[in-house]
């Protein structure tokens, strides 16, 4: 920056000399008539003015390596601490919305910081060319800058009526392309439900908005721009006037005028950017604190002073007398006085109505949410003391909604591990019961898919999520649903090959089809976050008239 704001100064200092020298060059090669003085000065003039123009590119130079740097280096801080902070914090906020914001935030400061040399160049043009000027002629000089101070005021007002309806417009525009996205990603439910009609309506009314702000933006710029360039000619003609009739008096010569007039045109951009600078500045102070706000939101869920290694052990996991909600406000709490106990290597089936809070439970042992009461220790160790990647390398989930990243099968499949040799991806692949349709794939394991997966059914989806969970080799494995959108006809696959992954693991397994459930030794019956039953499939068929209602009901839905 400090290079920058020189090369600004050496510049603005060459520029301001070259009219200077073309009015000796004038005076002494024509008017005096001097041997060689044309020649001498046209050759300074040419060599100041290569200075001027190196000066000026290094100047930008700087001024944008700078900017981009900062933008660059605050876009992946922000990036880091949103990766950071938990998962309440991201439950509440969009975190689509929050980026955006972020991106033209980023651009406001960018914006900024890029212009702070020509600024200084800019004041340094304004004093070196007043003073100039005034040394030259002082009556002439108070005439000519006279108008000029208002074309500051009103660059400065442009700036401030613009902005408001060019943020309106940038808005709206994002606007358009929430619609489009929509529309496109959820294209199966717009046409199913034959509502093509609908979403152009829409689309219809928001293009409106866009036009509408986009033209009276051009109305606010078509009604400043005639002022912006006709102050600077109130300047040009006091000196055409006025210093036309003292040459004509013999108190200036022609050369002076010359002089005058490049002078007064050289102040024209400064003016009219300087003018515009400081609203600039307000939007960019305006946008770092909208970008502190998000920074110095602290992570709740962080690792302890003195967090501890996860001891050596095959994942026994207790839950003592959990309590826990994801609002205080909430009436009841969604988990309350839970406690179950799995012994390491046990596969514990997680069976209760929707929103009784298994997919709460599978949360909170990898501590994406802080318990209220009670604890959860892993191997004897409270989660809360535990290192916080330790504990969740630890344990590996099959969310209930699988998400895949836009890249290829082998990629998602080694998402712990990056480094995975081809065979251990294949080899969970197999576990999974996916390496057969992944081979089946136009290029296999290098097959792109989609953002979500799109060319691959649910079930496969699912699978691909368990080969991650399964080469990521995690102590307690949690399966949320994870057999829920595979093909009932090919689940005795998927069966088989989760039954050697959950040999000699702990595993969770959130299940309502009694052939998954049958996989686990023991079945916990979950009610309104509460232990109501616990025993064997077919001990709770027997004794539990709730878990027979459960089911019943799960498969009156799949039904
Ligand atoms: N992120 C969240 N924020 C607030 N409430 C939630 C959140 N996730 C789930 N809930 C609520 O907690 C309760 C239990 O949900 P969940 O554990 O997902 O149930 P299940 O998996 O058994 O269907 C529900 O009432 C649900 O509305
Ligand atoms: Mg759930």
Redesign the pocket.
Known sequence: MFFGVLAGFVWTIAKVALPLMARQGIHRGIELDEPNALRNWTIGIVVVALISGLCTGMRRYLAFGVAYRVETDLRLKMFAHLQRLH??FH?QSQTGQLMSRAATDLQQIQGFIVMIPITFSNLLTIVLVAIVVMVINLKLALLALAPLPFLNYMANRFSKRIHPVAMELQQELAGVSTSVEETVTGIRVVKGFGAERVQSARMKETAARVFDRAVYAGRVRAGFMPLLDFIPALGILAVVWYGGHEVLNGRLSVADIAGFLLYVNMLVFPLRLTGQLVSQGQRAVAAAQRIEEILVTEPAIVNKANAVSLPPGNGDVVFDNVSFG??RE?ERA?LENLSLTIHAGEAVALV????????????LLPRFYEVDGGSITVDGVDIRDVKLNELRTAIGIVF?DTFLFGDTVAANIAFADPEATQERIEAAAALAGAHEFISELPNGYSTEIGERGFSLSGGQRQRIALARAILADPRVLIL??ATSSVDPTKEHEIRDALKTVMKGRTTIV?AHRPATIALADRVVL?DE?RIIAEGTHVELLRTSSRYREVLAQAEGAAA
């Open positions: 998962f309440a439950d994801y609002s909430a969604v209760g109505p929707t929103g009784c809070g298994k997919t709460t439970v599978a949360r209930e949320d649903d959130i979950l976050g």
